[in-house]
């Protein structure tokens, strides 16, 4: 079996003695999406969960890890991170904001520690996926410790089944 490569969040993890597992999984480059992560995990989408990057009017930059097959409400969002109003970032402007790429966008090891919002189900839940930070590879994390490690809260930042979209 090949060994598989540490990433830098990985370490952040190891150096703060956190348990975790590091899980590949086949990449498509055509469909990033978090449901095909857990289509290859084998895993329920409501445990993968995507790190999805904001920025608020007055707070700045945050981050939201929400479950897979979910949609962000920008509203309830803001209002989470005590701010008037929120936008997704530019995918251009991941990379040099987070040192991550889109598919590979980990909650953990961003080049600036940013607030951290997770959606509450992820404590409904043993462990969660989140990535690793690279295509390809997810963390199976226990969540308080993930929450408590990225200094995050939980809150309910996704737009219910009978909101419009």
Not at 97 to 121: D, E, N, Q, V
Request: aromatic letters at 6%; glycine letters at 8%; hydrophobic letters at 40%.
């Amino acid at each position: 079996m090949e060994k598989i490569q540490k990433t830098n969040a990985a370490r952040l993890l190891d150096r703060a003695h956190i348990t975790y597992r590091l899980i590949p999984y086949e990449v498509d480059e055509s469909n990033l999406a978090a449901t095909h992560v857990a289509e290859s995990l084998g895993e329920d989408i409501g445990r993968v969960f995507k790190t999805i990057v904001l920025r608020g009017d007055r707070t700045g930059y945050f981050v939201c890890v929400v479950p897979g097959d979910a949609e962000i409400d920008l509203k309830k969002a803001a209002k989470a991170i005590a701010d008037k109003k929120a936008e997704l970032i530019h995918m251009k402007d991941l990379l040099p904001l987070t040192g991550y790429i889109r598919g590979g966008c980990s909650p953990i090891g961003m080049k600036k520690a940013f607030p951290t919002i997770f959606h509450t189900t992820a404590l409904d839940h043993s462990a969660i996926y989140v990535s690793a930070g690279q295509r390809g590879l997810q963390f199976e994390i226990a969540p308080a410790d993930l929450i408590a490690f990225t200094h995050g809260i939980t809150a309910d930042v996704n737009k219910s089944n009978d909101e419009e979209t």
